[in-house]
C-alpha cells in the first residue's frame, strides 16, 4: 500500500498512527458521578465480554460491538458505558450526569439494569465511585468530609495546577466500591477528563499490581527452603571427595534446580506484571501534579507508605528466585567441572593401563614371534630333511644327513624374514585403516 508520495507504507502502520488515539480521554464536566469495575478475566475473556456487552446494547436498542472490538462506548439518554479490554483484565466505566443529593447518594453505577451486572464475566477485582462536584456545592473542610471518608484514613491533595482539590480514604464503602471526591474548583472539561481518568488508573494498577502480594507471601517459606537446601549443598561440596558422592550431590543440585525454574515459570509472569503495574501507578501519581494540603497525607504519600512495601516485597521476591537461580546453575556447573575432571583421571588412568597392558602384550608377542620362528624352522627343516632323503635314494644327493644341516641357517633366516614381513604388512595395514 502506497500513500500519496507514492512511498510503499508498511502494513502496520496506520495501526499504530490509531493506537495513540485508541483510547481518549473523556470531556467531562461537573456535576458527574462515575462507578469503575475491574473485572479480572486472564487472558482470553474478550469474547465473552463482547457477547455481554452486547446482550445489554440489544436490550438497549443499541448497535453492539464489532466480535473483534478491545473497547465500545456505549450511550443512552440516562448513563454512559465505557468498556475497555486490557491484557488481564477488563474495565466498565458508567458516567451519569447531574448532581446527587449529597456526594455518592445516587451513584452511576445504580443506572445499569441490575439484571445485567452479575453476569459480567471474570471476577470483580476493583470497584470504586468518583463524585465530581462544582465547589460550591460541598464544603472542603476535614471535618465534614469526615462524611463521607474514615478521618483516620483521609487523604486528599490539590491537583491538575490546583483546578481541584481530590480526597480519598481508599477504604471500601458497605458495598464494596473505594471513593474518590473531586472538587471543582476551575477545570475545564478536558482536565476534568484526564484527572478522572487518572484516578481510576491509579486504583486499577494498584489492585492489579497487589496482585502477586499474596503469592509473594506464600512463597516466601519455599524460596527459603531452597535457599537453606542449597547451603547444605554448597557445605557438602567443600567435603565431597568420592566420585559416587558427587554424582549424588550433582543429582540432587539437579532437583533443586528443577524446583526453583518450576517456582519461577509460576511466578515470573505475575511477579513482572507488577513491577509494570507499579511503575504504572507511580506514572499515573505523578501526573496528578499534587500538592499539598495541611493535615492530610497526599495521595503519593498513602501509596509510598502502603503501596510501596508491598510492591518492594514482590519485586524482593523475584530478585530472590533469579539469583537464586544463578547460585544452583553456577554450583552444578561447578560441580559438574569436578566431576569431568575426576572422569578425567580415571580415563588417563585406564590409558595408562591399557598402554601398560599393550606393552605387555607387544613383549609378549615379541617372545612368541621367536618361539614361532623356532617352532616353523623345526617344520621346514623336517621336511626339507624328507626331501633331502628322497633324493639321497634315488642318487640325486649323497649324503642327506649333510645337505640338511646346511639349511638349517638357511630355513631360519628365511622363517624370520618372512614372520618380519607378514607382520610389518599387518602393521600398515592397521595404520592405513585407522
Do not use: K
Amino acid at each position: 500500500m502506497a500513500d500519496q508520495t507514492g512511498i510503499a507504507a508498511h502494513p502496520l502502520r496506520n495501526t499504530l498512527l490509531n493506537e495513540a488515539h485508541a483510547r481518549p480521554f473523556e470531556s467531562l464536566s461537573a456535576p458527574l458521578r462515575v462507578s469503575h469495575l475491574v473485572m479480572h478475566t486472564g487472558t482470553s475473556g474478550r469474547r465473552d465480554e463482547v457477547e455481554h456487552m452486547s446482550a445489554l446494547c440489544e436490550r438497549l436498542q443499541v448497535d453492539p460491538p464489532n466480535a473483534e472490538a478491545g473497547h465500545f462506548v456505549l450511550e443512552t439518554a440516562q448513563f454512559r458505558l465505557r468498556w475497555e479490554r486490557h491484557t488481564e483484565f477488563s474495565t466498565y466505566t458508567i458516567f451519569v450526569n447531574g448532581a446527587e443529593p449529597e456526594p455518592f447518594a445516587d451513584t452511576a453505577i445504580q443506572s445499569l439494569p441490575s439484571s445485567w451486572l452479575p453476569g459480567l464475566p471474570g471476577e470483580l477485582l476493583a470497584a470504586m465511585h468518583v463524585s465530581l462536584v462544582p465547589a460550591a456545592s460541598v464544603e472542603a473542610s476535614i471535618d465534614s468530609l469526615g462524611r463521607y471518608f474514615h478521618a483516620d484514613s483521609l487523604a486528599g491533595s490539590e491537583c491538575a495546577g490546583r483546578a481541584a482539590s481530590v480526597w480519598t480514604d481508599f477504604l471500601a464503602d458497605q458495598s464494596g466500591f473505594l471513593r474518590f471526591l473531586v472538587i471543582d474548583d476551575s477545570l475545564n472539561a478536558m482536565q476534568a477528563g484526564r484527572l478522572v481518568q487518572r484516578l481510576l488508573e491509579i486504583e486499577t494498577y494498584r489492585f492489579m499490581a497487589l496482585l502477586s502480594f499474596p503469592l509473594a507471601r506464600e512463597r516466601s517459606a519455599d524460596i527459603t527452603d531452597m535457599e537453606t537446601q542449597l547451603g547444605t549443598l554448597m557445605d557438602r561440596l567443600a567435603t565431597v571427595a568420592e566420585l559416587a558422592d558427587e554424582r549424588d550431590l550433582l543429582t540432587a543440585l539437579s532437583d533443586l534446580s528443577a524446583r526453583v525454574e518450576r517456582q519461577m515459570a509460576q511466578t515470573n509472569f505475575r511477579f513482572s506484571a507488577t513491577a509494570a503495574y507499579g511503575t504504572l501507578v507511580r506514572r499515573r501519581l505523578n501526573a496528578l501534579r499534587e500538592h499539598r494540603i495541611e493535615g492530610v497525607s497526599t495521595l503519593d504519600e498513602f501509596m509510598e507508605r502502603r503501596l510501596a512495601p508491598a510492591l518492594d516485597t514482590c519485586v524482593h521476591m523475584g530478585d530472590r528466585l533469579q539469583r537464586l537461580s544463578q547460585r544452583v546453575s553456577r554450583a552444578a556447573n561447578l560441580l559438574r567441572t569436578r566431576v569431568d575432571v575426576a572422569l578425567e583421571a580415571q580415563n588417563r588412568d585406564l590409558l595408562d593401563s591399557m598402554n601398560r597392558r599393550a606393552s605387555l602384550q607387544l613383549r609378549l608377542q615379541e617372545t612368541v614371534e621367536g618361539l614361532s620362528v623356532v617352532i616353523l624352522s623345526y617344520y621346514v627343516v623336517s621336511l626339507v630333511g624328507y626331501a633331502m632323503q628322497g633324493l639321497e635314494r634315488i642318487g640325486f644327493m649323497p649324503n642327506a644327513d649333510i645337505a640338511t644341516a646346511l639349511s638349517i641357517p638357511v630355513v631360519v633366516v628365511a622363517v624370520a624374514v618372512g614372520v618380519r614381513v607378514v607382520r610389518g604388512r599387518v602393521i600398515r595395514s592397521d595404520a592405513n585403516a585407522g
